[in-house]
């Protein structure tokens, strides 16, 4: 991202603009979602793994990740990750370790963010709120490894949309007990002080088993929801 495209993103965000720039921004955006549908539409049920970018391969968290994409891609799912380093790198390994299919949805940055060498479909996305459409509307279940502040926000908008209704109840697994334990202690909070309903804290499976998460996420999505994929059509130059 070129120090111009970041000015423009950061005024889209400042408050009202000139009416030719609001509508000058509201065609990028389009635009932005019109190639990610395009590019996105044929890559099947997918899981999405949410994730720190800061882990690297050396790390116990990573080397999960690779198993549990493996897993998951055992089972058909194609793995979606935002595409970029660490636990996204790691799910997307796993996928093409294990013959899966493999995809991204890479968030254009100054700094921290490329796309990983294992994703055989990608897409780049100067906006987060086009990204997390994406990674949400392909995605039949979700699973959050440790991560950062963007990984609560992906973990957060995904449960958000489950609980309103927004979205079918596709499951979503935190995997990482250590590292979530605190997370899940405000959350029982937040069910004590009555902020959400006793019954939202069933959304959410907590394990470090990657096979508990796997048939979790199975019977939750392949069987609940009789998964398939969409067919090309040869008249539109699929």
Not at 47 to 65: D, I, L, W
Request: include cysteine; hydrophobic fraction near 40%; charged fraction near 25%.
């Amino acid at each position: 991202m070129t120090n111009a495209d970041l000015v423009r993103e950061q005024d889209f965000l400042s408050g009202p603009l000139s009416r030719f720039k609001e509508l000058k921004m509201a065609f990028n955006v389009f635009i932005e979602f019109i190639r990610g549908f395009r590019a996105l539409h044929f890559i099947g049920p997918s899981v999405t793994v949410f994730g720190s970018a800061r882990f690297n391969e050396s790390h116990p968290y990573y080397k999960m990740t690779v198993e549990l994409g493996k897993g998951l891609s055992n089972q058909g799912f194609t793995i979606m990750t935002g595409g970029g380093p660490g636990i996204m790198e790691a799910a997307n390994r796993g996928a093409r370790e294990a013959g899966g299919n493999s995809v991204g949805c890479n968030i254009v940055l100054p700094f921290e963010q490329k796309e990983n060498p294992y994703l055989d479909k990608w897409v780049n996305i100067k906006y987060f709120f086009v990204r997390k459409v994406f990674l949400l509307k392909y995605s039949y279940g979700f699973v959050a490894m440790p991560g950062g502040f963007g990984t609560l926000d992906e973990l957060f908008e995904a449960l958000t949309l489950i609980q309103t209704k927004k979205i079918q109840d596709f499951p979503v697994v935190l995997m990482g007990k250590e590292y979530y334990e605190p997370l899940m202690q405000f959350i029982y909070k937040m069910r004590d002080e009555k902020t959400i309903s006793p019954e939202d804290t069933d959304l959410l499976l907590v394990t470090d088993d990657i096979t508990e998460a796997v048939n979790h996420i199975c019977k939750h999505s392949i069987q609940k929801f009789k998964l398939k994929r969409v067919r090309r059509l040869a008249v539109l130059g699929e």
